[in-house]
């Protein structure tokens, strides 16, 4: 197969035609209203509300952000279990707030924190549960629930790949005491950079705005420590923007990842993850794991796409627990996580995103298969 000469990349943000965003600037330019909470800002909480299914969100300028002040808003200290299965900012979020992680190791079959390895961490110290829904599937959200309850501990779900999931017949970002989204650009759905935290009530919401915006009340009156987390004017109206071809861009992303299933249904050595869990996925990613069988490693295969300008990812390759500032800790041990460690080895993210072209995928296939 020749290289191809336009580079396949695992993701490419999707954005509107420049000339329908050039109102909302107009409009910007006109107002000098450029972030605290304008115009633009308000409307597109109250557009992702409806949209999600939710009842609180709050904007911010990055998830990263947002977990650091989730984190805060609810006072989580001491240890926090979570999973090395993630991108870093899952875990680093916990150290810029002075929080322990510990590790324990994921479910096999959806790379989710496994809840039955969840109980034997906790110690005295421990004060919630930092989840992640790997690849936009559900984490197993009431046996997390239940076991919180049993030992009062919260629960926070970094949520970055979750956007428009639907689970239990309602938004998967409803469960546990908060959700964060992210809205990067190599998100399902972007707003160049940004992020949210989706909260139950009004109250929780109002303790994360003021946080988000140094602890503010009034001009005079500061009642927390908080930072600037603040999601700017020209980030919202991207976003509202946005939100009208979310739905058309998760249907195109549907059809590359139903043609990857039936391109390796009987490819041996070739595992691919079930979306049967969601009652709505978002396709967000495409992983698939490269296991015994296969006449390449992962390795090797992540090479053979790149020698022909397909940039698959590794993703989560290496482990969070694997890094200098994590792999002291006993949690971060491979014996503790095993299931996690052999993933990391074997996962590779495969190219999905609207206009990604039939001939590109049949190239992303084509080595794959042949």
Same mark, same amino acid.
């Given at each position: 197969?020749?290289?191809?000469?336009?580079?396949?990349?695992?993701?490419?943000?999707?954005?509107?035609?420049?000339?329908?965003?050039?109102?909302?600037?107009?409009?910007?330019?006109?107002?000098?209203?450029?972030?605290?909470?304008?115009?633009?800002?308000?409307?597109?909480?109250?557009?992702?509300?409806?949209?999600?299914?939710?009842?609180?969100?709050?904007?911010?300028?990055?998830?990263?952000?947002?977990?650091?002040?989730?984190?805060?808003?609810?006072?989580?200290?001491?240890?926090?279990?979570?999973?090395?299965?993630?991108?870093?900012?899952?875990?680093?979020?916990?150290?810029?707030?002075?929080?322990?992680?510990?590790?324990?190791?994921?479910?096999?079959?959806?790379?989710?924190?496994?809840?039955?390895?969840?109980?034997?961490?906790?110690?005295?110290?421990?004060?919630?549960?930092?989840?992640?829904?790997?690849?936009?599937?559900?984490?197993?959200?009431?046996?997390?629930?239940?076991?919180?309850?049993?030992?009062?501990?919260?629960?926070?779900?970094?949520?970055?790949?979750?956007?428009?999931?639907?689970?239990?017949?309602?938004?998967?970002?409803?469960?546990?005491?908060?959700?964060?989204?992210?809205?990067?650009?190599?998100?399902?759905?972007?707003?160049?950079?940004?992020?949210?935290?989706?909260?139950?009530?009004?109250?929780?919401?109002?303790?994360?705005?003021?946080?988000?915006?140094?602890?503010?009340?009034?001009?005079?009156?500061?009642?927390?420590?908080?930072?600037?987390?603040?999601?700017?004017?020209?980030?919202?109206?991207?976003?509202?923007?946005?939100?009208?071809?979310?739905?058309?861009?998760?249907?195109?992303?549907?059809?590359?990842?139903?043609?990857?299933?039936?391109?390796?249904?009987?490819?041996?050595?070739?595992?691919?993850?079930?979306?049967?869990?969601?009652? @709505? =996925?978002?396709? &967000?990613?495409?992983?698939? !794991?490269?296991? +015994?069988? %296969? $006449?390449?490693?992962? *390795? #090797?295969?992540?090479?053979?796409?790149?020698?022909?300008?397909?940039?698959?990812?590794?993703?989560?390759?290496?482990?969070?627990?694997?890094?200098?500032?994590?792999?002291?800790?006993?949690?971060?041990?491979?014996?503790?996580?095993? @299931? =996690?460690?052999? &993933?990391?080895?074997?996962? !590779?993210?495969? +190219?999905? %995103? $609207?206009?990604?072209? *039939? #001939?590109?995928?049949?190239?992303?296939?084509?080595?794959?298969?042949?």
């Amino acid at each position: 197969m020749t290289k191809s000469n336009e580079p396949i990349y695992v993701t490419k943000p999707v954005l509107p035609p420049l000339e329908e965003f050039l109102p909302y600037l107009q409009q910007i330019w006109d107002s000098r209203i450029l972030t605290n909470g304008g115009s633009f800002h308000q409307q597109l909480e109250q557009a992702l509300c409806e949209y999600l299914g939710v009842k609180y969100i709050s904007l911010f300028t990055n998830g990263t952000i947002g977990l650091v002040t989730a984190l805060q808003a609810l006072r989580i200290t001491g240890e926090v279990i979570t999973t090395p299965y993630s991108f870093v900012a899952t875990a680093h979020s916990l150290l810029w707030n002075g929080i322990k992680p510990v590790f324990v190791d994921i479910d096999p079959d959806t790379l989710n924190l496994d809840p039955a390895k969840i109980e034997a961490a906790i110690t005295p110290s421990t004060t919630a549960i930092l989840a992640v829904h790997v690849y936009g599937h559900p984490c197993a959200v009431d046996a997390i629930q239940k076991i919180a309850d049993n030992y009062n501990l919260r629960v926070i779900y970094d949520a970055a790949h979750a956007f428009g999931v639907q689970y239990h017949s309602g938004s998967l970002l409803n469960h546990g005491d908060l959700s964060v989204l992210s809205f990067h650009a190599t998100k399902v759905f972007n707003t160049f950079e940004g992020g949210a935290i989706v909260s139950p009530d009004a109250k929780t919401k109002q303790r994360i705005d003021h946080l988000k915006n140094f602890g503010f009340v009034d001009e005079v009156t500061v009642v927390a420590p908080g930072i600037n987390g603040k999601m700017s004017e020209f980030n919202a109206a991207l976003g509202l923007l946005q939100l009208k071809g979310i739905d058309a861009a998760m249907q195109q992303r549907k059809v590359i990842d139903a043609r990857y299933r039936k391109a390796f249904d009987n490819v041996q050595g070739i595992r691919c993850f079930s979306a049967v869990h969601e009652d @709505v =996925a978002n396709y &967000a990613y495409f992983p698939i !794991l490269v296991q +015994p069988g %296969y $006449p390449l490693s992962r *390795d #090797e295969l992540y090479r053979k796409l790149r020698e022909h300008n397909i940039f698959a990812r590794r993703y989560f390759y290496p482990l969070i627990s694997d890094f200098p500032m994590y792999r002291g800790l006993p949690s971060a041990a491979q014996s503790n996580l095993r @299931v =996690a460690s052999q &993933a990391a080895k074997e996962v !590779l993210c495969l +190219p999905i %995103y $609207p206009g990604l072209t *039939d #001939e590109q995928l049949d190239s992303v296939i084509g080595l794959i298969t042949g």
